[in-house]
């Protein structure tokens, strides 16, 4: 079973930078989709990057171009760098990965966000 474990959150002042951390066990390099979300109170949760074993990155339209999300295979860790960072961007943020199935024939499928971290509380003051 897969387990995720965020850390790196924390206060900083608009226009300041924080990289997440999230140590990912239990998954398999060949077949796999992380991602990270966002929830701010009152607030929908909100996808803010993706990647998967295709190399394929994603972004949120508020986090494209700020944003950089990027999976280090030897540490087994998932980061995600904000930059010149709003006061919008103040969440909980969430480490997930999806459940995936790898058939006979090495075929990959995705499926949904199944396993989730505990989440860190990024905070951004003006």
């Known amino acids: 079973e897969m387990q995720l474990v965020e850390s790196g959150g924390g206060w900083v002042e608009v226009g300041g930078s924080l990289r997440l951390s999230c140590a990912a066990s239990g998954f398999t390099y060949s077949c796999y989709s992380m991602a990270w979300f966002r929830q701010a109170p009152g607030q929908e949760r909100e996808g803010v990057a993706f990647i998967n074993h295709n190399g394929v990155l994603n972004y949120g339209d508020s986090t494209k171009g700020r944003f950089t999300i990027s999976l280090d295979n030897a540490e087994n860790t998932l980061y995600l760098q904000m930059n010149s960072l709003k006061p919008g961007d103040t969440a909980m943020y969430y480490c997930?990965?999806?459940?995936?199935?790898?058939?006979?024939?090495?075929?990959?499928?995705?499926?949904?966000?199944?396993?989730w971290g505990q989440g860190t509380q990024v905070t951004v003051s003006s």
């Open positions: 997930a990965a999806a459940a995936t199935t790898v058939d006979d024939r090495r075929r990959c499928t995705i499926l949904d966000y199944r396993y």
